[in-house]
Structures are given as structure tokens and as C-alpha cells.
């Protein structure tokens, strides 16, 4: 999946009433991509006066016709309305792997811009922290595009990403754990422990209802900004699991750690 900056002016485009979520719409270039896809993230920006970004939608179709004009006509779906809160240009420059993006320079004139995977996690990183439906609208549209195990690969979210502050700290990025846990409910139906089959349901009741550990598979100390985590570098664990194996030096392997396990546990 690739990103993509869609420009739209204010003057040609009446944003609050096109913007609904769901709608498909047929808009034009006359440079399309040779290689954007279908599902691509289109990023929506609101030209001068606005500068700003202020919706998320997908490629839909990447060719319907060629118009009497000249231009590519494609096709797209909105996933959402005009964002509560968009994201300025003056704020996307402050940002240094953001600001060496060709949307924010100036260039010939055209409406569709490529950006790298890095600045696309960024961008919708801070869109979602400002716009709290965000997150279950792109979440929704990641898990329900197929349900295939192996679709957890392409479910990826950029770990220890700078913040609009004034430092930069590294975090565990909480949208990736929440949508393990509801990929692994989707497919299995439960939540057990990887290592032991510890499950919290089963022992508690209700009170332990779809609740286990997110174990990240690479030490938080590994991590570089910008670095992508997918749902295979994951694992559902037990507390009393999740805290032994980060015990371990270096960090073991789920499946070694298992092994250890389970020669433990027919010794007693």
C-alpha cells in the first residue's frame, strides 16, 4: 500500500458537502501514477487559502476515462468527512522527515503527490491523535479488507514516531496492540497466551473478558524512528509470561521460550 497527497482547491471543490464517508467520487489528473494501486491511502489537502490537510479516503479505481479535457479521471471513497481537526502546513514543516515532501514545495502544477510510507504513518499518527474516530475508521477498513491469516503482514504502524513537541521520545504505538487483539478475536475467537494457553476468560469470567498482553516480538531499545511493526511481530502472552520472557537476554524467541516452557512444566 502506498500513500498519496490529493490536492483539491476550496474555490472548485465544496469539501463539507462531498466529503461523506463511504462516497465514491470521480476526481482527475492530468499526470496519473504509473504506479499507485487500488487501496492506495489518499490524503486529502485542502489548497490555498486553507493548506491543510482534511480528510483520508482510497483508491478506488485508478482509471475510469480519459475526459474531453485530457485528464485521467479516477475514482475514489471517502472514508472519512472533513476532519474536526486537519493538520496545517505550517505544522507538517516542522516535522523534518515531513518537510522534504513534494507536496510542500513548490513545482509544476498538479493535484496528486507521492509520499513515502514513513511520512504517510506520520501523518495519519497525528491525525488520529486529534481526531479520536479516526482510529477505528482506519482500523475497520484495514482488518475487514480480507480475511486471510496472512493479511497480518500488510497491517503496519510506524513505532517511536516524533511527536509535535519538543522532543522526541520512544512509545509503543497502542493502534498496532488494539488491532492484534481484535485481529486474533476476528480469526480465533479467544485470546490465549502463545507460550503457556493461559486464557483470562476462562479463568475469570467476564471480568476477564478479551484481556491478555501484546508482546512485541524486538526489544523496545532496538527500535529506530521511523521503524515498522507489523502483526507478525507480535504475541498474544499471559502477564506472568510476558514479564519472564523479558527476562531473557537477549530477548528470546516466542517459540524457543515455549520449548523452555513446556520441558519446565513436565519436570514438576
Known amino acids: ?111 496528486v503527490f507521492p509520499i513515502t510510507n514513513e511520512q504517510g504513518q506520520i501523518i495519519l499518527d497525528i491525525l488520529v491523535e486529534r481526531n479520536t474516530n479516526l482510529l477505528d475508521i482506519l482500523k475497520n477498513e484495514l482488518v475487514n479488507e ?13 513505532e517511536g514516531n516524533q511527536k509535535l513537541v519538543s ?30 494457553g493461559f486464557n483470562f476468560e476462562n479463568q475469570y469470567g467476564e471480568l476477564g473478558k478479551d484481556f491478555c498482553e501484546v508482546h512485541h516480538k524486538k526489544a523496545v531499545a532496538e527500535y529506530e524512528h521511523g521503524d515498522i511493526t507489523t502483526l507478525d511481530d507480535l504475541s498474544i502472552l499471559c502477564a506472568n509470561c510476558h514479564r519472564m520472557i523479558h527476562k531473557t537476554s537477549p530477548l528470546m524467541d516466542i517459540n524457543d521460550f515455549r520449548l523452555v516452557l513446556t520441558k519446565q512444566l513436565n519436570t514438576i
Open 146 to 158: 480480507d480475511d486471510e491469516l496472512n493479511t497480518q503482514s500488510f497491517l503496519e504502524v510506524s
Open 1 to 111: 500500500m502506498k500513500y498519496w497527497i490529493i490536492k483539491g482547491s476550496p474555490y472548485w471543490n465544496d469539501w463539507h458537502s462531498m466529503l461523506v464517508p463511504n462516497k465514491t467520487d470521480i476526481w482527475f489528473t492530468h499526470r496519473p501514477p504509473k504506479n499507485w494501486c487500488v487501496n492506495d491511502t489518499l490524503i486529502f489537502w485542502d489548497s490555498a487559502p486553507r493548506l491543510r490537510i482534511c480528510a483520508i479516503g482510497k483508491l478506488n479505481k485508478t482509471f475510469v476515462k480519459v475526459n474531453t479535457e485530457g485528464n485521467t479521471e479516477y475514482e475514489v471513497i471517502y472514508l472519512t468527512k472533513y476532519l474536526n481537526s486537519p493538520v496545517t502546513i505550517s505544522e507538517l514543516r516542522k516535522i523534518s522527515v515531513v518537510r522534504e515532501a513534494s507536496f510542500l514545495k513548490a513545482g509544476p502544477a498538479t493535484s
Open 167 to 196: 522532543h522526541i521520545y520512544k512509545e509503543r504505538n497502542q493502534k498496532i496492540v488494539k488491532l492484534k487483539k481484535d485481529y486474533v478475536l476476528r480469526v480465533l475467537g479467544k485470546l490465549e497466551c502463545e507460550a503457556c
